[in-house]
């Protein structure tokens, strides 16, 4: 335990020991007249824009007369001394984070002047506030809805030109660069996910001066690794990438902070999601096989051999807004066979179909439902080889393409 307690110590008074040596240092002054040691040193380790600075200037055993002046190495700030050896500067609000050194000027006796760079260095570090994505990041050039089941329904242009906004004087002052992870994806009518596709950003409040955007922009993208690749018009609006649109797909597009390099706490809540539907036409042409079942047929008494299939090109009426498919559909083809080729003299014929889809009203009402799956009655003028023409009404269930 006493071994312990010894190595614990030991520690501290290393740790603290480091602290202050990044902290203080002496330079030797070296002019016409004599030598002479100055410490310098700075009261925190770390500063934030809008910090005040404490700079110690101590000469150590002076003989000269030279006259010593310090200076901070960023532009607009000024060292003013306030008594008891000390200076004080305010760094400005708007002040690149980086590492800048502390400066002497030694002016001699005889008006000569030497320059010395301390080891002293004010290191400033960039705020790490989470800014509330809605407060800055719009959809332009229309939202989209937050719930997929009411997807906002554009043209396939329209769709790909929507872009990421960001208001960039909406981000507060003090919240420093705001990482952002932007992920689309494109939903099938059916429910199968097409593609997915993540691009990670960055951007910051505007500090009104072009060239100052861009100085803090290299230097946010040459720290972050990951944000290598993107533009200096990426501050102000990205892109939605897009690869593929199929005629009624929901694409999604979800952003929300980047937490692998944000520091802070995680907030769920703080998150964008908006849908919007690609409209496709009006009407659609597909293929079904089925099992039809006979519940009437308006000529009994002229009977015929019903197989057990059928085979219908169909064509479906879509909603214009939501992409569904309405309940009831038009088709032709061969009804009543063994087989699409088995048409014959007694093995069924070939009908018109106004089918009322069970499974579609079910989709319709957002209840999860595989589109393949097709289950209703049919009215079908049915024409049978060498048989009169007659009506009937069928059950079936069967699938479609």
Known sequence: MKLKITWLLLLIVL?????????????????????????VSIDKSIYFPGDTVIVGVNRRDSV??????????????????????????????????????IRLSVKDS?????????????????????????????????????????????????VRNISVKFNRDS????????????????????????????????????????????????QYRTAY????????????????????????????????????????????????????????????VGFSLAVPKVLYDTRPNDPVDYGNSSAMIRFYFINKKTGNQFPVSAGLGVFGVNSPIDVGEGRGGFALSSFLDMAEMIRILNVGFTKKINFGLELDPFFPIKRKMRVLLVAQAGFSF
């Open 15 to 39: 740790g603290t020991s480091s602290s202050w040596a990044q902290m203080k240092s002496t330079v030797l002054i070296q002019s016409s007249d004599e030598d002479e040691r100055v410490d």
């Open 64 to 101: 000269t007369s030279a006259v010593i002046t310090t200076s901070l190495m960023i532009e607009g700030t000024t060292l003013k001394y306030i008594g008891k050896s000390k200076y004080r500067a305010i760094l400005p609000a708007n002040v690149t984070p980086g590492i800048y050194p």
């Open 110 to 158: 005889e008006g000569r002047r030497y320059r010395y760079d301390t080891e002293i260095t004010v290191t400033i570090e960039e705020f790490q506030d989470v800014e509330k994505l809605k407060n800055f990041i719009v959809l332009t050039p229309t939202a989209g809805s937050p719930d997929i089941r009411n997807a906002k329904t554009l043209d396939r242009d329209e």
């Open 171 to 218: 981000i507060k002052t003090q919240m420093g660069p705001q990482f952002v992870r932007i992920t689309t994806s494109v939903l099938l009518r059916d429910g199968i996910s097409a593609s997915s596709y993540e691009r990670r950003v960055m951007t910051f409040r505007s500090h009104g001066d072009a060239k100052k955007d861009r100085a803090m922009f290299i």
């Open 225 to 284: 690794g990951q944000y290598a690749n993107i533009r200096t018009e990426e501050l102000d609006q990205v892109m939605v990438p897009v690869d593929s649109l199929p005629d009624w797909a929901i694409l999604g597009i979800h952003i929300e902070p980047d937490y692998t390099i944000k520091i802070g706490a995680v907030d769920r809540s703080n998150t964008l999601t908006q849908y919007y539907r690609v409209r496709g036409p009006a009407i659609e």
